[in-house]
């Protein structure tokens, strides 16, 4: 699984709507649409705090192991 499904799936797990988590971390919603949609990849401060928002290790969000 690529970062950006595992992001989709994190999001849909913890009920949260994405401007919810765009709002959490602080980025726009365009910009969160683009790193879910793929289409764009986030940098490491980001992706940092989009694994803490989450509460799993960044391997897992980066789709390296299936251990959160």
């Known amino acids: 699984m690529e ?5 989709k ?8 709507t ?5 709002e959490a971390v ?3 919603l365009r910009q969160y649409q683009r790193y ?4 764009q990849k986030p940098g490491f401060d980001y ?6 928002h989450f509460g799993v290790t ?6 390296r192991t299936d251990e959160r």
């Open 58 to 63: 960044l391997d897992y969000l980066a789709g």
């Open 3 to 7: 970062y950006h499904e595992r992001m």
């Open 9 to 16: 799936d994190l999001r849909l797990n913890a009920g949260e």
């Open 47 to 52: 992706f940092c705090a989009l694994a803490d």
């Open 26 to 28: 602080g980025i726009t």
């Open 18 to 22: 994405q401007t919810q988590v765009a």
């Open 36 to 39: 879910e949609a793929g289409e």
